[in-house]
């Protein structure tokens, strides 16, 4: 069964502390993204990787970091330098870059304790 | 900054009617466009892409893009209840490989 899966549902953070959100798919796509979303805002990009061992920034990094070793994976790291944390993260795949059709996870709900 | 605007509703129809969603881009130089549907909670999904001028029809769905007016819409025939979440509008950036997103519009489908 093809798809993106993220974890965890559900993330608390506490003040100071980094945390790593995981995003993986087995549909061997080459692009993978990460976003943000606020309440009543659309989604922001936060880093884009085209292949493995590239990626790009978004509009949003400031205070977030990601690697990408694998093809099939994508974490992200939320630092303490991001001061404002809380959101729903969205992680998404396409086929490459120029195909644009992207494909989500289920999210992980980031909150601040 | 480019920009993708939609009205933020709610859209409420009664069961049965079309629903139309609106969106707005100011990239001139767009080419692909999307319409996303994203239950409370829950990641969005893609239902529709548009890429010419004029419709595209798929089941209940219908894209419409006027690339003069930068103008896309979705219209959404014989609504159900199980129809209403927020509606994502998704514009592909010409000046690299990003989409940008609309803040979406809420619809909300009275049985």
């Known amino acids: 069964d093809g798809g993106i899966t993220q974890s965890p549902k559900y993330l608390f953070r506490k003040e100071g502390q980094n945390v790593t959100l995981s995003c993986e798919q087995n549909?061997?796509?080459?692009?993978m993204y990460w976003y943000r979303q606020d309440p009543g805002q659309g989604l922001r990009l936060i880093y884009y990787?085209?292949?493995?061992?590239?990626?790009q920034k978004g509009d949003i990094a400031e205070g977030y970091s990601v690697s990408r070793e694998k093809k099939e994976s994508f974490p992200l790291t939320v630092t303490s330098a991001q001061k404002n944390p809380t959101a729903f993260y969205l992680c998404a795949s396409s086929i490459d870059i120029s195909q644009e059709t992207q494909y989500f996870g289920p999210g992980t709900r980031l909150l601040v304790l | 900054q480019k920009e993708v605007e939609q009205n933020s509703g709610p859209l409420s129809v009664p069961e049965g009617a079309i629903a139309s969603l609106n969106c707005t881009y100011s990239?001139?130089?767009?080419?692909?466009f999307f319409w996303y549907r994203q239950y409370s909670g829950k990641s969005p999904e893609l239902i529709m892409s548009i890429y010419s001028n004029g419709d595209k029809e798929d089941g209940r769905f219908t894209a419409q893009l006027n690339k003069a007016s930068q103008y896309v819409s979705l219209l959404i025939r014989d609504s159900q209840p199980s129809d209403s979440a927020t509606y994502l509008c998704?514009?592909?950036?010409?000046?690299?490989?990003?989409?940008?997103f609309g803040a979406g519009t809420r619809l909300f489908v009275k049985a």
């Open positions: 549909l061997n796509h080459d692009a």
């Open positions: 990239d001139r130089g767009s080419q692909s």
């Open positions: 998704a514009v592909g950036d010409t000046g690299g490989f990003k989409t940008i």
């Open positions: 990787s085209q292949i493995v061992n590239d990626f």
